[in-house]
């Protein structure tokens, strides 16, 4: 990931990652506002002279990588005559446990000088205070990968800017589920969400403990769960503000947008200007003579629905990965509404309604069918047509889109308990 170098007046999504480093290692005492201001070039520079750097306060790559460990949550030590992994947990603040849980193949008793180990950093990888880009995401995926070398990520395919598509797994049991998120760009707090979700339940597993009330050991063995959270990590680069007006591809999606008010946060679609929920071989006629008559007949901001299904490589990507793993259940995370979706067309998936029911009582949302005007081409109705399974549109959250990170922690709640019942549910 390439790393902007940084100075006072920069703006944006690196810059509040610069902050959320300099925050969690101390250096910073303000949350990340984006702006590159004197406080923070107080601080970098703070930073810089104890971790023996030029204290110039630009953030470049010496910078960068010395960060990073604060924005991984994690960074490989080496071994020191005399080192233990309790003292290692010790020197670094954080459990004896978290540490062999990062270092499944040492074996403590033998510990070499000049070898290596992880250590886990005393905070939470998945940050709840940043815009949350493609290389936020990028920096989740590796550091929860190295806390918790039991999670496994693929790539399900790659965006039309060549992005990713990061597919998560947790679990070896028989019963295989698909959660993902952000299939709207602006809708992209699903992606600290569920990887949130993620991190919890990785680190309950670890410690052989419980989330929401179920043993994670036993989630482990009955389910395995694949975990996509972010479908359009183009559209949540626009967004953000990660693409800006010096990129060849915010150009070509400001032409897309022509008149539409708010760019880029009003932006769904993937950068092509197709919405990828709209994309899916169910119903997908119906879907563009609606929103034809809508208008929207053409690639832009919302609501198009492309030249034909699956044009769009992310979703293309959903879809074959859907046909190879056969799910036994499908969660789509959205954000409009506080609203769970279940049904399609007439199909009624055995327990389908049963297992909305409980879900909608474990989040406090509600269960409703589908508003006619968006009935169709969505992942969601597809999954259900072709498998007869039970898969749902979550709508988490409530207000125009994009969310603010405020609400982050009061839809986590809502929604832990919905999504450990999901795992195991039939
Ligand atoms: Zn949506």
Not at 34 to 41: P, S
Not at 73 to 81: A, C, W
Not at 284 to 301: L, S
Not at 331 to 351: C, D, F, M, R
Request: aromatic residues 10%; proline residues 8%; charged residues 20%.
């Amino acid at each position: 990931m390439d790393f902007k170098l940084l100075k006072r007046g920069a703006r944006g999504p690196q810059t509040e990652l610069l902050q959320l480093a300099l925050r969690r290692e101390g250096a910073l005492k303000e949350a990340p506002d984006g702006v590159f201001g004197a406080r923070t070039e107080a601080a970098l520079k703070d930073y810089q002279r104890r971790w023996g750097l030029a204290a110039d306060g630009i953030a470049g790559p010496a910078s960068w990588a010395a960060l990073r460990p604060w924005l991984t949550g994690y960074r490989r030590v080496t071994l020191r005559p005399g080192d233990t992994l309790y003292r290692l947990a010790e020197r670094y603040g954080v459990s004896l446990s978290a540490v062999e849980t990062a270092n499944p193949g040492v074996d403590p008793r033998n510990l070499q000088p000049g070898g290596t180990v992880t250590v886990p950093l005393p905070f939470e990888v998945v940050p709840d205070s940043v815009r949350f880009t493609s290389a936020a995401l990028a920096l989740c995926a590796e550091g929860l990968k190295a806390r918790y070398p039991f999670l496994t990520e693929e790539s399900a395919g790659s965006s039309v800017l060549e992005r990713p598509l990061r597919l998560f797994r947790f679990g070896e049991g028989p019963r295989s589920v698909f959660f993902n998120g952000a299939h709207h760009a602006n809708e992209w707090i699903t992606s600290p969400l569920l990887l949130r979700f993620l991190e919890r339940l990785s680190a309950a597993f670890a410690e052989n403990g419980a989330i929401a009330g179920a043993k994670a050991q036993e989630l482990w063995s009955r389910s395995a769960l694949r975990l996509l959270p972010m479908v359009d990590p183009d559209g949540v680069d626009l967004v953000t503000g990660e693409l800006g007006p010096g990129d060849p591809a915010y150009a070509r999606a400001l032409e897309l947008n022509g008149a539409a008010p708010g760019f880029p946060e009003n932006w769904k679609a993937n950068i092509r200007g197709v919405d990828l929920n709209l994309q899916y071989p169910a119903g997908w006629e119906e879907a563009r003579r609606i929103k034809f008559a809508q208008g929207y007949t053409r690639p832009g901001p919302r609501d198009y629905v492309g030249l034909a299904p699956l044009t769009e490589p992310e979703s293309r990507a959903v879809y074959e990965l859907s046909l190879a793993n056969a799910f036994a259940l499908t969660l789509s995370y959205h954000t409009q509404g506080k609203v769970i979706y279940w049904k399609y067309n007439g199909y009624e998936p055995a327990g389908s309604e049963a297992i909305g029911r409980k879900m909608a009582a474990l989040s406090g949302y509600s269960l409703e069918l589908t508003p006619p005007e968006s009935a169709w081409a969505g992942y969601k109705d597809w999954f259900i047509q072709q498998f007869d399974r039970p898969g749902y549109t979550v709508e988490a959250g409530q207000g125009t889109a994009p969310l603010p990170l405020s609400q982050l922690e009061e839809i986590y709640r809502a929604n832990e308990p919905l999504l450990v019942y999901a795992m195991t549910a039939e």
